[in-house]
Each structure stands twice: as C-alpha cells, then as structure tokens.
C-alpha cells in the first residue's frame, strides 16, 4: 500500500493473538530514491511476512539502508536481530532513551510493568515480551535530530508510551509515522490506550505538542492512515 508520490509504504502484516482474529499493524519504508529506512520491524518472526509485504511495495529489505525502532515494546522491534543478522549494511536507530533496552543493557520496561500487572492472559504476554532477542543500535536519536531524506525528516520525541517513544515527521510531505504515540481508528488519529503508557499524562501532553507540526496524514502502526488533527478528535 503506498502513500501519494511513494515517499512513504506502508506494510501489512497480520498476528493472531491466539483468539482466531488476524489484526494488522503497519511497519512504514520512507524512501527518496537514495535512501530507504524502515520504520519498526513487526514480531519476532515476522523477517518472512516483512520481506514479503517489501517485496509487494517495490521496495525489498535488500535495498535498505536504515531501520528506525520507535521504542522498545516486542511488536516493534522483535524481527529487527533477523533484519541485522541478514542485512548487515542496514543501521539501526533508536532513540537515545530506548536504546538500551532494545539492545539488552536494560531490562525491558514493558516486563517491569507487568511485573505488578494481575490481567488474565498477562502471563502469555510476558512470555512473548521476554522472548525478544536484543539487537545492538548504531546510531542514537534525540528530538530534532534531522535527516536529509524525502527533503527532510525530522526525529520528534513523544515519550510517554515509552519513555524513549519517538515518531518520524516526513517535512515536505507533512507525514508523520506515529509508532504507538497515536492509533487510528475509523480513519481518525486517536491517542493510544493509557493502559499501555508507562506515563499516561506524558502522552497526552506528547500527542497536544503535535499541533505545532504541519502534519496532513498520520501513519499509525495500530490502524494505518490517519487524516485528522488528533487534537481536534480529543477536545
């Protein structure tokens, strides 16, 4: 599936939580030509599903060059040690916050809240967290960092969900790809479930600071497209 002018694809991949239902989240490829980053690389053992939904959008994992993790939760980047181990040239980027994590220097957070979690089903849910096999990051991202690609695309922090959670803003074609700072629903951007947020007040307050940013589409990996001003949804 791609966006306008193909400056940004976005991937389908399916899971199944087990309950006979096929629920879809959405990894995006941005590329410029010359460059191609992907941004979050689905479950582990996702590698086969991706490379197959790349291939569909013309643009195959081979021809990467960079994978963006948004943060640490297993959805995200649970393929991201198969991408490396069979890409080698591809470089990983994290936020500075998140990067320690995904490489295994620190505990998962998302593990520590379960810890004081009594939810049926957590413990299947702990199990898929903790088998997770870490992937070293080669390059940090703090908030404002900006790339070259696509005329311009800029790292911007939304912690809250995660406290190292970023989203990718696509300047020139006023995109930005969400991670789980946002969800779509019905085709509108809606905040993600505090539920899951390690700070509920911290993602409100990210996803409010968003109206600073000429954004026409939001591409959120739980839901897709988005075209509204989330503000707008939420007041």
């Avoid at 890409?87 to 004081?116: C, F, H, K, N, W």
């Avoid at 695309?153 to 959670?165: F, K, L, V």
């Avoid at 696509?170 to 085709?187: E, F, H, M, N, Y």
């Amino acid at each position: 599936m791609g966006y306008g002018d193909k400056s940004a694809e976005i991937l389908i991949l399916t899971v199944n939580y087990g309950d006979g239902k096929n629920r879809p989240i959405h990894p995006v490829i941005i590329s410029d030509g010359r460059e191609r980053v992907l941004i979050d690389c689905g479950y582990p053992g996702q590698l086969a599903d991706l490379e197959s939904a790349a291939e569909l959008s013309g643009v195959p994992l081979s021809q990467l060059t960079a994978v963006i993790i948004t943060h640490h939760d297993h959805d995200h980047y649970g393929s991201l040690l198969d991408i490396r181990e069979k890409y080698p040239s591809v470089e990983v980027m994290a936020s500075e916050l998140d990067a320690p994590y995904i490489d295994g220097t620190r505990r998962s957070l998302r593990l520590e809240q379960t810890d004081i979690m009594d939810i049926d089903g957590m413990d299947e849910f702990r199990r898929a967290v903790a088998a997770v096999k870490p992937a070293p990051v080669d390059i940090t991202l703090r908030g404002g960092d900006v790339f070259p690609w696509c005329g311009g695309t800029e790292i911007i922090p939304t912690p809250g969900h995660m406290p190292g959670h970023i989203s990718v803003y696509v300047r020139q074609r006023k995109v930005l790809i969400t991670g789980d700072a946002l969800i779509a629903i019905g085709g509108r951007p809606r905040i993600s479930n505090p539920h899951y947020a390690i700070d509920a007040l911290l993602a409100k307050s990210s996803v409010e600071k968003l109206a600073e940013y000429d954004i026409d589409t939001f591409i959120c990996y739980h839901g897709g497209l988005a075209r509204a001003n989330p503000l707008h949804s939420r007041r």
